[in-house]
């Protein structure tokens, strides 16, 4: 056996890579394999991240490649911060983000505890459950704007069938009160198979024996879901919860396509925003400011939460 | 035999050479997705029999058409060498060094500049505006006008009833005020079984859309981009009493006289309206126009043209569209592109344009006796670009349109603050850029 292995050896490594490497230390070989992710790492990340905040201290417009270019320190983040259309930005956002995470969880979580029974059609029925989240955002953003449609759109029609108002009387995308839900519904209505898909993995690691014991102890099903079922899945529904967040933080696709970041601007999301003032506007010293903003809000949000998650994982 | 070889391989190396400068080169032209660029690629394939030259033809659907070509003109892209850009490209293009300045063309080859519609020129080819600096040749003439249904107008009991209600005929409006009594008379009504609607206008709100409509009709009620005598000097003039009138009214014909979720419309939603029997009448580019005339439901006589009507003060002027066609400067194909447009300056070429639906900015076309009647809405055509007016074309105008995109959306759609409002809050955003570029 320790002859096969000897002779093998030459085969599996080539003499000459097993010369020249011959002698590297653990850590030298360990450097070897990280090396080049390291570098693809400060290349397409850590340097244009330097390169926006140098960006965002100037008045740089990438449009003007002839213009001087000015230091112009933190005026850019001056503008920014107290700039109220930036802040209305800031609240549509907000808006965004909170309801439609708060409706794919329960949602989500629902749906996963009702799939997660034996039933006839299990699996049809997930498979139709989840195809929502398999479409691009800009098709469904595109053919929402014809559901939403007042005078031929389905989901006005249902809308009158069950409250008795005319159809046409209201424009969930032309509307400020009604757009914001308008895309909120339509994000819900795409993403909420992805959180149903993490809750069922969280509901099907529970081992039934813990439940088996709970009825042992003959605790009631209410008492199974809120001292077994809820704590054993936390972790897996924060974890949508972050994915989710930090996806629809950087909300772009879905909502130009229905709404185009009105009526007005009451549905302009802050990638909408920004995306106007550094590729419509041209202004790149202040986009790259506003871009280096929105950075430290998330970076700073999801390191607050990531460890609220390991804390869940740990108890 | 071998001397008669040798000869033709003489000759044959005589032809190339003096044939280099007419190197057979594959041109691509950029221009937006729509009919027109269909009409151009027909029309080109003159000019590569002519030539030798292929051309390929990049097309970008105009939400998208400033974005992509900015972008490619911005990163000094060789994709494209010939660019029929927007009219508002032009300053940026020019200072920027994106498009090769065509004075000592036009002279060598005997383009005069006088030829075309005079609007034309200084909307598409000059830079500074009302200077002899040419970075462009007028490509296609476009502006915004008016379509209406004239089987309609034409119906007896409506007529009858639009007179008793109004008390005059129903027919072409001449002033705004009249074209809001035309669509409220229409608004909801019933016709053959169907409920229309008054009229569509623009209200897009990503691109230009509410911008160019609103402008449209601001231009006729007093509205002003500076003070004439004082270059930058907004205030009074962009949010004078008569551009507040104008905007005012703008968003009333949205309220009143506009299609169920009409919030967020353009060309295309115009086009679409209107086709389908959706509006008596519609605003819309003139490229529009030669489509109707084909349409199976609107074309045969259907459909009417006209000029976009008088302001309250008798004022009359129309948003200017179209564009002119360019040489890139990064192009490695510079020569070749110049012939492209030498060969599409020559008369027969622009009334051929014309014949295909492009709309030709060559007085020797437009001005011809028999231009009138070529098509039915030959003469609006004609009296839209009599009285064209354009947004700014300042290197910043990028700036300066989504400014305007968001201050006319928020008052017109959304129905925040006040019509006097969203002007001071342009003057100010307005101010803001041009201080930036140095010009305050």
Redesign the interface.
Known sequence: MTDETTSRSPAVAPAGFARKYRGLSDRAVAWLFIGPSIFLLLAINIFPLIWTIRLSLT?YR?????ADVDWVGLRNYERILTDP?IWNSMQATAHFLIWTLVLQVLIGFGLAYLINKKFKGNDLWTTIIVLPMMLSPAVVGNFWTFL????I?LFNYVVAFLSGVDP??F?M????NLAPWAIVIVDTWMWTPFVMLICLAGLRSIPDSIYEAAECDRASRWRQFWTITVPMTLPFLMLAVLFRGIENFKMFDLV?QL????????TELTSINLK?EA?????TGYASAYAVILFVTVFGLASIYVKALNKVKER | MKSIGLASVAAASLAVAFSGSAKAEDLTLCWASWDPANALVELSKDFEAESGHSMSFEFVPWPNFADRMLNELNSGGKLCDLMIGDSQWIGGSAENGHYVKLNDFFDAEGIKMDDFIDATVTGYSEWPKNTPNYWALPAFGDVVGWTYRKDWFERPELQAEFKEKYGRDLGVPATFAELKDITEFFQEREIDGNTVYGASIYTERGSEGITMGAMDVLYSFGFKYENPEKAYDMEGFVNGPGAVAGLEYYKELYECCTPPGSSNGYMSEGIDAFKSGQVALQMNFAFTWPGFESDANVGNGKTGYFVNPAGPDGEQFAQLGGQGISVVSYSDKQDAALEYIKWFAQPDVQAKWWEMGGFSCLKAVTLAPDFPQSQPYAQTFLDSMAIVKDFWAEPSYATLLQDTQKRFHDYVVAGNGTAQEALDGLVRDWTETFEDDGKL
């Open positions: 008045n990438a449009n003007r490649t002839n259309d939403y449609q007042p005078q759109g046409s009387s424009s995308i032309g509307d400020v130009v709404t185009g970041g009105g009526p007005g601007s009451i106007r590729f419509e506007k041209w202004r």
